[in-house]
């Protein structure tokens, strides 16, 4: 199985490469970065989502792709619509015409409203970022590209993505990881309305199964899942999980800000339909990520 992934060199999509080339599949990796040199039953074909003529060419003979480049900006950007919104068209053309298989798209659970109830696939599609925007409007044309000219399509909306690989210093950085270089280096970690606010997070390597069981299911020629980990945890309590793994105090600041008190997935319907179940826990997460941001030098 031949396989095109989007985002290569991001950490999800190292996540993802790194087990799909374990299982030997065959992955064309489109990316800045070359994240797996020298690995077998790999190609690392360097682009950008937004060169369509690349994009088309490194398709090649690919049967599947899984799009994750995207662009997170903490404020709206120009040039991240375009990555965003144009990428995604970008890819939906190309894999028209190179006529596949199947096409994953990952979204985001920035599409949601806020909502102190679980979130399902149906819930209302409020984003309140220009990130959920640009995700919405690419579940849009997806949905589009799937009715008039039967692409099969398939889009995950995961929770917060965590894990190694991501660095924690940029723009992008999760909460976890960010909380846990600033533990490891005595820095202050910031957290809103005394960590009393809910989230959802979820292990990188817990989105592989979905993709590989949606890749192998026929029938599923359109679907929207929401991946993450089935449960609800306070800030505070990602904050003491993270201060027992690093046995060291975390430097609490915090900051009251206006933001949703609860964001949480229900995955139900991925549970049901495809079989998802997490297999990593809170706490076994955040030691593997411990583990790979302590030996890294950033």
Known sequence: MKMFLTG?????????????????????????????????????????????????????????AVHLA??????????SDITNVNGTINLLEAARKRDLKKLILFSSS??????????????????????????????????????E???PIVIFRPSNVYGKYQHPINANSNFI??????????????????GEIERDFVYAPDLYNPITTVLKRE????????????????????????EGIANKKAIIRDVSKEVS??????????KRELGFEPRYDLKRGIAETYEWIRNQRF
């Not at 008190?261 to 991925?270: Q, T, W």
């Open 8 to 64: 290569s060199s991001g950490f999800i999509g190292r996540n993802i490469t790194e087990k799909l080339l374990q299982d030997n599949y065959t992955v064309i990796a489109y990316g800045r970065k070359d994240a797996f040199p020298n690995s077998q039953n790999y190609t690392f074909v360097a682009g950008d989502i937004t060169q369509y003529r690349k994009i088309f060419a490194g398709l090649g003979d690919c049967e599947y």
């Open 70 to 79: 995207a662009s997170i900006p903490k404020k709206w950007s120009y040039k």
């Open 110 to 147: 920035a599409v949601y409203g806020p909502s102190e109830n679980p979130i399902d696939e149906d819930s209302s599609l409020l984003p309140k970022s220009f990130y959920g925007v640009d995700k919405l409007v690419c579940e849009m044309y997806a949905k589009q590209y799937n009715e």
């Open 149 to 151: 000219y039967g692409l």
């Open 177 to 194: 990881a960010e909380s846990l270089h600033k533990v490891i280096n005595g820095e202050k970690i910031s957290i809103y309305n005394g």
């Open 219 to 242: 029938d599923i020629k359109w679907g929207i899942y929401n991946l993450g980990s089935g449960t609800c945890v306070k800030i505070r309590e990602v904050v003491d999980l993270i």
């Open 261 to 270: 008190n609860k964001v949480c997935l229900d995955i139900s319907k991925a």
